[in-house]
Structures are given as structure tokens and as C-alpha cells.
């Protein structure tokens, strides 16, 4: 039985208001939600149905879920919406993401194609999309998208960028035996056997190319040629698109990287870069921030307060962390990251008083990382004061 759609209102997780739905299919749906807790921020909030009934299958897929949802949740790019958290509820899970205004290439095909989009433009997209997955397939291990398709890339008008969405996450619901992910026209032999690798997603790039080119979509795995179907398209760019998409992985371009170029070293097309992604800028900062100073440092304090750390592992991500020690009375450093205003806030509070502000760090300006080690340093100072008079106390 299919299982009823969110109501407008619903609040799941104690904090993502349902709005309205975006998309829906037999296995999920896609909603706008509002943050109660973000000062009423939109999200888009997907979610997957788990139609299994067996308490062993649902564990299973419950680890797979965590698995590949912490993989995306670690994802930094200006082309990929950011996953800000997940959680499950009632036999499916939800994952939340940066909501992404912007209409998808099968629609903006079907509405302005004639039959095919402009070239440059198919062109321009590809160098946005290759650089996505330049990123995605250098991570270790690669993350194969797996569903690349005109339905998956988001135009976003405001600064011409193209949004790559819908990672081919749906085994986790559904892992059994022969069952792949993809698309049928779209994916090539080898990830219709379940073997998936990074040249998998330039076949399917390439069959999408060539479906925005002419207006058709593909079937099986035989491409018409551009001529039968009475397309015109520069000789160089055939030759990209045609070399993408061999059956056999070692025949094909050998990485994202390299058909990138390849597409830029047209000279028939300008390419043309997107506007500064502002958001993703400050979103790198701070994960570099954290990486280079505040991980080192709060991984300092944690060994040398072993036995009075309440706080063994940091998160992956800085959001929101809170970092306890005690000895006995708690002495907590709680850095707080305020995207509005582009900060890093860190404050000190000391078991039941309220938290005093040590200060500010702007991780997109000069001298962000010397001001976060002041601070850091400040912390684990006063905490070295404040732990001597408590044991004075005790004494």
C-alpha cells in the first residue's frame, strides 16, 4: 500500500515544517519544508520509503541509509546542494538540503527546445557539471552520482549555474539481488550489471548531452546520429560526445578532468564561469577553519584532559559544536555558526551560568585563523584557572 503523502503543517524532527510537495514517485517524495529552528529557513527535504517489513531488512537498510547519507552530508561544492541533515521517521528517511530554485534541463528542453538547446549552452552546463564530478570521483573512496540525467541538473538562473541533484541513493532501500541504480538510456553496461565507477557518470553526461543536442531521448544503447537527425553540431564536439559514450569503461574519456578540457579546448564555444557562490564560499572557509585550526586544537585538549573530556570525537561539520570538560563542574566552549551574518561565534559557559562570548571569527577574512587560535587558546587558559580553583575547592 502506498504510503500517504506529508500534509502541509506536519513538523517532523521537531523542527522541518512541511510547506508543500516539489515531486513525487512510488518510492519517495520531494517537499519544501521551513526550519523552526534555522529563523524560518526553506529546505528541501527528500524522502525515501523503506516498503520492506522484515525487522532484519530495515536494520539493514537503516545502516546503509547512515552510511551513504554521512558520505553526502560531507559533500562541499558550489554545484551540489548541501545536505544539512537527516533523520528517520516512521519507516522512511529524510535527508535535508539546500532548496535550489531553478528548473530542471528535461523542462527547460521541453519548453525552449527547438528541438535541441543551444549548443553553447549544452556546452557551458557540461564544463559545470564535469567539475562536479572531477570533485565527486577524486574524493577517496569516488562517489559515483550513478543517475545523471536532463532531470537531475537544475538551471539556477540567478548566477547561470547548473545544480546537480538526486545522487543515485535509492539502494538503500532497495539492495536486492540484480536491482541497479540509474536510468534506463542513461546508464551504461556496466552499472546495469551493478558495477558503477566515476567513467559510468561521464556515459550518462554524454547521453544527456546528446539528448539536450537533438531533443531525443535515448534508448537502449545505440545513439542516432546528430546527422540522421538532421542536427547540426560543431565536428570537435561529436567527437567529445562519441568518446563518452563507448560501451566499454576503458574506452571511453578517461576521467571528468580530461573531457572538461577537452569541451574548453573548443574553439567553436566560449565558456563561460558562473558568479561567486557567496554561500559556498563562507560553507569552505569554515570547514578549512576547522580542519586547520579548531580540530587540532580542541584534538589537543582532548588528550591532554583525557579524563575530564566529555567530548572524545568532533563532528564532521561545523554547525553547531559543543565541546565539554569537567572537573567536576562543566566548562563548555560552544561554537556557533551564523550564516547570515557569515561568523563563527565561540563562547564559554561555566556549569549553570549563562555563556559569556570569547569572541568572533570571519573565516572569509584575513587573519581568520590566527583569531580563532586566540580564542582557542583563551578557552583552554581559562579553563586551566578555572579547573585549579575548582580542585582548591574540593582540597
Known amino acids: 500500500m502506498m504510503k500517504a503523502r506529508l500534509t502541509p503543517g506536519t513538523v517532523l524532527d521537531g523542527r522541518y515544517r512541511v510547506d508543500r510537495l516539489i515531486k513525487a514517485g512510488g518510492m519517495g517524495a520531494v517537499y519544501v519544508v521551513t526550519d523552526r529552528s534555522f529563523n524560518g529557513k526553506a529546505f528541501a527535504l527528500k524522502e525515501m520509503i523503506d516498503p520492506s517489513t522484515d525487522p532484519g531488512e530495515r536494520q539493514e537498510a537503516k545502516t546503509r541509509f547512515i552510511s551513504e547519507i554521512q558520505v553526502m552530508q560531507s559533500l562541499l561544492h558550489p554545484n551540489i546542494p548541501k545536505v544539512s541533515s537527516s533523520f528517520i521517521h516512521d519507516n522512511s528517511f529524510y535527508f535535508v538540503m539546500e532548496l535550489v530554485e531553478g528548473t530542471d534541463l528535461s523542462r527547460v528542453l521541453k519548453a525552449t527546445g527547438g528541438p535541441g538547446l543551444a549548443a553553447a549552452n549544452v556546452v557551458n552546463w557540461a564544463v559545470q557539471v564535469l567539475d562536479a564530478l572531477d570533485y565527486l570521483h577524486g574524493l577517496t573512496p569516488p562517489v559515483v552520482h550513478r543517475d545523471i540525467k536532463p532531470s537531475n541538473l537544475l538551471y539556477r538562473e540567478r548566477d547561470d549555474r547548473i545544480m546537480l541533484i538526486d545522487f543515485g541513493i535509492a539502494r538503500v532501500t532497495n539492495p536486492a539481488e540484480g536491482f541497479w541504480i540509474g536510468t534506463p538510456g542513461y546508464a551504461p553496461p556496466e552499472q546495469q550489471y551493478g558495477r558503477p565507477e566515476p567513467r559510468s557518470d561521464l556515459y550518462a553526461l554524454g547521453a544527456t548531452m546528446h539528448e539536450l543536442l537533438t531533443g531525443v531521448k535515448p534508448r537502449g544503447l545505440e545513439f542516432p546520429s546528430f546527422e540522421e537527425l538532421g542536427v547540426k553540431v560543431d565536428s ?160
Open 236 to 395: 570537435g564536439l561529436k567527437s567529445v560526445i562519441a568518446h563518452a559514450l563507448m560501451h566499454f569503461p576503458d574506452e571511453r574519456i578517461r576521467s571528468a578532468r580530461e573531457m572538461s578540457a577537452r569541451l574548453q579546448a573548443l574553439e567553436a564555444f566560449t565558456i563561460s564561469v558562473p558568479t561567486a557562490d557567496r554561500e559556498h564560499d563562507f560553507e569552505a572557509a569554515v570547514q578549512e577553519l576547522k580542519k586547520e585550526i579548531v580540530d587540532p586544537m580542541l584534538g589537543e585538549l582532548i588528550r591532554r584532559y583525557s579524563h575530564e573530556c566529555h567530548t572524545p570525537y568532533l563532528p564532521k561539520k561545523l554547525d553547531y559544536l559543543q565541546f565539554t570538560l569537567a572537573c567536576p563542574t562543566t566548562f563548555e566552549l560552544h561554537v556557533v555558526k551564523d550564516s547570515e551574518r557569515e561568523v563563527l561565534r565561540f563562547l564559554e559557559k561555566q556549569g549553570l551560568l549563562d555563556p559569556t562570548l570569547l569572541g568572533e571569527v570571519e573565516p572569509l577574512q584575513e587573519g581568520a585563523s590566527t583569531r580563532a587560535r586566540s580564542i582557542i587558546e583563551r578557552f583552554g587558559d581559562d579553563y586551566e584557572q578555572f579547573r585549579g580553583a575548582n580542585w582548591q575547592v574540593l582540597s
